[in-house]
């Protein structure tokens, strides 16, 4: 997603999504790698080596996937360890001083009971968009020296802008779009009998890069709010307003501006940081010929934190600054089997206990709009119980049956602080929930292995918010 929302996946299907990264809301396209649920859009963005497969269910997979999946739902599947002693390496290069490794390593470490599979990535390179200091760009005295006309708010001086940035050749401050990724796995499979198999699988990725490319094609000065902080602010304290003369005709150039904001005193650094890791265990147990009992448990945890400059422009129009942190807990039970040969049929429960917290701060036309910290946490509880069944009519025709019941609930607290060091919310608690049974209903035809005709009814929710 764009500079405003860190490392957030944007997933859509048939129209339905998220973009957006507040605790507020939640993914309309849940994302599940190794069947464990990846509780926010946020921070899964993943380097996933060794992918045997992915799935792309279209339409709501409430029943089998629960709340969110409303648009439909994404399922990664890794490749299991098998101690074949197989491995790779792969490294590349590209422009803006790309240099790309990965590689796997699959091992057996004690014959046929346990096997390893290690694998690792490193992705660099340079941004390619660059950000120009609009003083040196268009001319001295361009940005002014300083308010001359009008009255700057109480408390705030008259401000120049030139010599504010560091400018290196050619007018560059800085560049947005590079990438700095390091991720790491490790696979164990462990077969236990001949009806007992464990896989254990860690993974750990870090992030330190520049912000997205950010690209501002339009600036109305002439609107309402704008024009009212240009005369209140922006002409009266810097003596140049916010208006199309910080556009460029380059698509890969802009004028934005990190550093220290020289109206408020903040840092907004230009960085997109993450440290994102898990662990996850699966248990599998063939009860029987036609009956298998699978335990997945899985702990997750990320921080992401980010700057921005949103307005495109050396003026502190719109800068922010956020830190995001996760961290969740799922248990998944599934008993699953085959019944008078023509019933597959999959039963189970699912647990879902995460804590994130979202802090910061925001600045909209300061001295006019918004100047505020923030500091939002959320604790949430999911718990579901649900049964799916296909059978087989004949060959070539079938019907789905399948109902999950879910339970929902969310504990807030929301905190605001002004820069004026006035509270207007301060933590304030939240607490919400809901129950819904999610039905799904279906039938297909084969017409021969190339053509299937179906019809299908299913529902999905996608839980609250404030």
Known sequence: LGAGYGSTIAAFVRGIGLGDNSLSFEPGVPIYVDDV?????????????????????????GPLFGKN????AVRMISKKPTGDGAGYLEVG?????????????????????????????????????????????????????????????????????RGLNNVGNDC?????????????????????????????????????????????TFINGAFPTTATWNNNVAIPV????????????????????F??????????????????WGVSNTVEWSLSQNMGLKFITAYRDFDNSFGRDSDGSPLPV??????????????????????FEKLDWTTGAFYYDATDSNRGFVTLYPYLVQMQDTNDVQETKNWAVF???????????????????????????????????????????LSFGSTRTSPKVGIDYKWSDTLMTYALYSVGFRGGGF
Not at 238 to 257: C, H, K, S
Request: with cysteine.
């Open 93 to 161: 290069t590209g422009s803006y001083d790309r240099i790309d490794v990965r590689g796997s390593w699959d091992v057996s470490l004690v014959p046929d009971k346990l096997f390893a599979r290690l694998s690792g990535s490193s992705k660099k390179k340079d941004g390619y968009f660059t950000l120009l200091d609009y003083e040196c760009v268009i001319g001295p005295g361009s940005l002014g020296n300083g308010g001359t006309t009008g009255t700057p708010p109480p408390g705030v001086p008259r401000i120049s802008l």
């Open 259 to 276: 550093g220290i904001d020289p109206l408020i005193g903040r840092e907004v650094p230009n960085v997109n940081k993450v440290t994102h």
């Open 387 to 429: 049964v799916h069944g296909i059978y087989r009519w004949t060959d070539k025709l079938s019907t789905t049956v399948g109902v999950r019941y879910t339970d929902d609930k969310k504990d807030v607290t929301i905190f605001r602080r002004n820069f004026d060091g006035t509270v207007p919310i301060n933590n304030a608690p």
């Open 318 to 339: 719109n800068p922010t600054w956020d830190t995001t942190t996760h961290e969740q807990f799922t248990q998944e039970i599934q008993l699953s089997g085959v019944a």
């Open 69 to 72: 999946a409303v648009g439909g």
């Open 238 to 257: 810097f003596g140049v307003p916010y208006d199309e003369r910080f556009l460029t005709n380059d698509p890969y150039t802009g004028y934005g501006t």
């Open 172 to 216: 560059v401050i800085g560049h947005l779009g590079g990438e700095d990724v390091q991720s790491a796995r490790a696979a164990l499979r462990f077969v236990a009998s001949d009806s007992v198999e464990v896989n254990f699988i860690g993974d750990f990725t870090h992030q330190n890069q520049q912000g997205p490319a950010d690209k501002y």
């Open 37 to 61: 649920y990846m509780g926010r859009p946020q921070g899964t963005i993943l380097d996933l080596l060794d992918l045997e497969r992915v799935e792309v269910l279209r339409g709501p997979q």
